[in-house]
């Protein structure tokens, strides 16, 4: 099922406990509130993954329209690349960005794609205090982003092969 170019799919669960071990682990490793996996399916964008941290005020399930709401999201989805804010306080580019609200003022995120090159969405890093992120933590966001994408690549050919049976099943029926 394709909508506006994006697959909407269902995450079965083991995949889904694998990725909410990779928040958790991210979060405790980094020593961090929050580690998230957010999912595109325009106009917004959803907490789909938070990790289970003290301080983590995202929930599962809430979402924003992502165009013109100045989320760090917004940004990595509209540029398909990383972005580390150190300081949002610091920085005129973020300093009224709407995480702040929840004290959350550094930033580190990826895309996360399909294997279409469409967006997923974003994996990404909060803290409530400035962070640089060490070059380790970047290539453990970056391998851990590998993975989510080869969990994507397989459900996505599921899904093609899925509606590929379907629509053989119908011409020999």
């Known amino acids: ?7 909407k799919i269902e995450v079965s669960p083991d995949i889904l406990e694998n990725w909410q071990e990779i928040t958790n682990i991210l979060s405790e490793l980094v020593g961090i509130p929050t580690a998230l ?9 959803e907490v789909f993954v938070s990790s289970n941290s003290k301080g983590n005020p995202y929930h599962p399930g809430e979402k924003e329209i992502l165009y013109g709401s100045g989320l760090y999201c917004e940004k990595v989805i509209r540029t398909q690349d990383r972005l580390l804010v150190p300081d949002a306080l610091s920085d005129e580019n973020w300093k009224n960005n709407p995480d702040i609200k929840l ?6 995120g990826f895309p996360i ?6 967006p997923f969405g974003t994996i990404c890093i909060l803290d409530n205090k400035p962070n640089q992120y060490s070059a380790t ?5 970056l391998k851990f982003r590998s993975l989510i994408e080869s969990h994507l690549e397989l459900i996505y050919m599921n899904r093609i092969l899925g509606d590929r049976k379907q629509t053989a099943d119908r011409l020999f029926e």
């Open 137 to 141: 933590v970047e290539r453990l966001i």
């Open 37 to 45: 996996i957010m999912r595109f399916a325009e106009p917004y964008i």
């Open 113 to 118: 794609l399909w294997p279409d090159k469409n």
């Open 103 to 108: 004290n959350m003022i550094s930033y580190l």
């Open 1 to 7: 099922m394709i909508n506006n170019g994006i697959v």
